[in-house]
């Protein structure tokens, strides 16, 4: 089972809705980031979070990261289709080491219909 | 804006070739990675360098080895490629730890092992 579990595994909604993706660990997130992916390319970063109850947001999209710093909503207002894409969050887990290891879930698939 | 280059965005290859994806960065960044990406399961990491010759094994590292002989520059070593390292390849730098800073990704290179 992957240490960084992402739910739903794919979304596909209508443009104007609200939706939310979640990122859960049973472990202690130390910088939780979010990131989107368009297919067959980079990830590109949208939200780092640090602290236990942080919320931080960028034109439409909300990232909170819970009071126990295990588990992390994306939240997306009024989804366009530009939104479209995969997202994933990634983390340091409590135990890893030091010099950066990223621990990434598998990744939310948005399609969103005009 | 960091720019993390790779050398190539699409590869197809023989089974039993040696092959070599090499990564850029340009922001003097201590720390590079690389992942692989593969539906359903993310990205997971083969192998880091927090330093020029200095190396790290990730979570898959078999089958693959990596060289640093200059700090810009990180090259992933598929020794024998065999037909189950057709994947995604993703290259990440970052200026220090991952609780901190984010990872700069490159735009990958989606291998084909034949």
């Known amino acids: 089972s992957q240490e960084l579990e992402q739910s739903p595994q794919s979304l596909i909604v209508q443009e104007g809705k609200n939706l939310t993706i979640n990122c859960t660990s049973s472990?202690?997130?130390?910088?939780l980031y979010w990131y989107k992916q368009k297919y067959g390319e980079g990830l590109i970063f949208l939200m780092m979070l640090q602290k236990g109850g942080e919320e931080k947001s960028h034109e439409k999209i909300t990232a909170k990261l819970d009071e126990k710093k295990q588990q992390s909503s994306l939240h997306i207002t009024a989804s366009q289709p530009s939104h479209a894409g995969i997202y994933l969050c990634?983390?340091?887990?409590?135990?890893?080491?030091?010099?950066?290891?990223?621990?990434f879930g598998q990744g939310t698939i948005l399609t969103v219909h005009p | 804006d960091v720019k993390v280059t790779q050398s190539s965005r699409y590869l197809v290859k023989r089974t039993g070739e040696k092959v070599f994806l090499e990564c850029v960065q340009d922001?003097?960044?201590?720390?590079m990675f690389w992942y692989r990406q593969d539906p359903g399961l993310g990205l997971r990491l083969i192998y880091f360098s927090y330093d020029v010759k200095m190396k790290e094994k990730g979570d898959i590292p078999e089958g693959y080895s990596v060289s640093r002989e200059k700090k810009e520059r990180f090259s992933l070593i598929l020794e024998s490629a065999s037909t189950n390292q057709t994947s995604m390849y993703l290259c990440?730098?970052?200026?220090?730890?991952?609780?901190?800073?984010?990872?700069?990704f490159g735009p990958g290179t989606r291998l084909t092992v034949t």
């Open positions: 990440a730098s970052s200026p220090g730890l991952a609780s901190t800073y984010e990872q700069y």
């Open positions: 472990k202690t997130l130390y910088g």
């Open positions: 990634g983390a340091v887990l409590a135990g890893g080491t030091s010099y950066g290891k990223l621990t």
């Open positions: 922001m003097d960044h201590e720390n």
